[in-house]
């Protein structure tokens, strides 16, 4: 199974970065994915990890480690809109069941 | 359609009565997933289809919920007897066996 762990809340302000780290244990890997959830609405796709290293997409990048079991989704130049959910999810090595965190619940303020 | 489609968007009931949710997912996507979802909090697994092989009904809550997949495709979710603390938004997902997941709208389900 896996267990996936990350922050409940993060406040920022416009114009910075944050960083939201996710630590999994699992019996077995096969990537490491990020949503984005605003309130209300359906998750949306942000990022995958599959193998070490930094994914860097526009304002969002995505990091991972399988050593160490961790990874984090950086944003950068805060926006308003991206006060939201962020889940991180893992899938499963043997049957690539996605598994959900509790999500991180990202205020951005002006 | 282009995405996931699940109807009813939003289902009103009384407690004891049965629900039916339905899902339509990407055609060609394999993956088939339902969870549920309580306001302000995360996402909690219910059932996963992946193509031929018996489905993960791990997440269940109880033998109340059960879930199908008729022909690889569309899923039909069914809460017999509902309870008070079923209500939630229920989300279906598809998505191939290596890729992303795609979420549909959700049906939002209130019992009273």
């Known amino acids: 199974g896996q267990n996936i762990d990350q922050p409940t809340e993060m406040t920022a302000t416009e114009g910075a970065i944050v960083q939201i780290n996710c630590t999994y244990q699992?019996?077995?890997?096969?990537?490491l994915f990020w949503y984005q959830q605003h309130a209300g609405e359906a998750p949306t796709f942000l990022s995958y990890?599959?193998?070490?290293g930094l994914e860097e997409k526009g304002r969002f990048s995505s990091f991972l480690s399988r050593s160490k079991g961790y990874s984090y989704l950086l944003l950068k130049e805060l926006q308003m809109k991206d006060s939201a959910s962020y889940l991180c999810?893992?899938?499963?090595?043997?049957?690539?069941?996605?598994?959900f965190g509790a999500g991180t619940t990202v205020t951005v303020r002006a | 359609g282009a995405g996931v489609s699940q109807s009813p968007s939003n289902k009103v009931t009384e407690k004891g009565k049965d629900v039916e949710l339905r899902c339509d997912p990407i055609?060609?996507?394999?993956?088939l997933y339902w969870y549920r979802q309580s306001l302000g909090q995360g996402l909690e697994f219910l059932i996963y289809?992946?193509?031929?092989?018996?489905?993960?009904k791990s997440g269940l809550p109880s033998d109340r919920f059960s879930a199908e997949r008729t022909g690889g495709s569309v899923s039909t979710l069914t809460i017999q007897r509902t309870q008070q603390e079923d209500s939630a938004v229920y989300l279906c997902?598809?998505?191939?066996?290596?890729?992303?997941?795609?979420f549909g709208e959700g049906s939002r389900l209130t019992v009273l």
């Open positions: 990890n599959v193998l070490d």
């Open positions: 999810a893992v899938r499963d090595g043997s049957d690539y069941k996605l598994s």
């Open positions: 289809f992946q193509g031929n092989s018996a489905p993960d």
């Open positions: 055609s060609g996507h394999t993956a």
């Open positions: 997902a598809s998505g191939t066996s290596s890729g992303e997941l795609f």
């Open positions: 699992t019996s077995g890997f096969n990537g």
